[in-house]
């Protein structure tokens, strides 16, 4: 009985060496094939994500005259920042650049706020 052992527990042990000697890893390729369409798509994604996390200043909300008054006060007092005229009921708004960070949106506020006091950062809602 123990000789059945030992010949079964050798065999197996051969068989094991064999197979862990025989074994090689594979190796293959994978092509994606996808239509250029998705990378403009994924850009396009990226730029509105960013843009979303973005401070904007607030220099005027009110009715329109007097806001297209305060833009056009506004940018010809500060030609360096992009100005927008925004209606967000019941109100007209002029919002001002599209900062980075709130430090770089701190450093605009000072100079604006020389002109336009009621001026304050906010980051705009989705």
């Given at each position: 009985?123990?000789i059945?052992?030992i010949?079964t527990?050798t065999?197996f042990?051969?068989?094991?060496?064999?197979?862990?000697?025989?074994a090689?890893?594979?190796?293959?390729?994978?092509?994606v094939?996808?239509?250029?369409?998705i990378?403009?798509?994924l850009k396009?994604?990226?730029?509105?994500?960013?843009?979303?996390?973005?401070?904007?200043?607030?220099?005027?909300?009110g009715n329109?005259?007097?806001?297209e008054a305060?833009?056009?006060n506004?940018?010809?007092s500060y030609?360096?920042y992009?100005?927008?005229?925004?209606f967000?009921?019941?109100?007209?708004?002029?919002w001002v650049?599209?900062?980075?960070s709130r430090?770089?949106?701190d450093r605009a506020l000072i100079k604006?706020?020389r002109?336009?006091?009621?001026?304050f950062?906010f980051?705009p809602g989705?």
């Amino acid at each position: 009985m123990a000789i059945n052992y030992i010949k079964t527990v050798t065999i197996f042990f051969f068989l094991s060496l064999f197979a862990i000697l025989s074994a090689n890893a594979q190796e293959g390729s994978v092509t994606v094939n996808q239509n250029p369409e998705i990378e403009k798509l994924l850009k396009l994604k990226k730029d509105i994500s960013t843009e979303e996390e973005r401070f904007k200043i607030q220099i005027y909300s009110g009715n329109r005259s007097a806001a297209e008054a305060a833009k056009a006060n506004f940018d010809g007092s500060y030609p360096e920042y992009l100005s927008s005229l925004k209606f967000e009921t019941p109100n007209y708004k002029i919002w001002v650049g599209n900062f980075r960070s709130r430090l770089e949106a701190d450093r605009a506020l000072i100079k604006v706020k020389r002109k336009f006091t009621s001026a304050f950062i906010f980051k705009p809602g989705k």
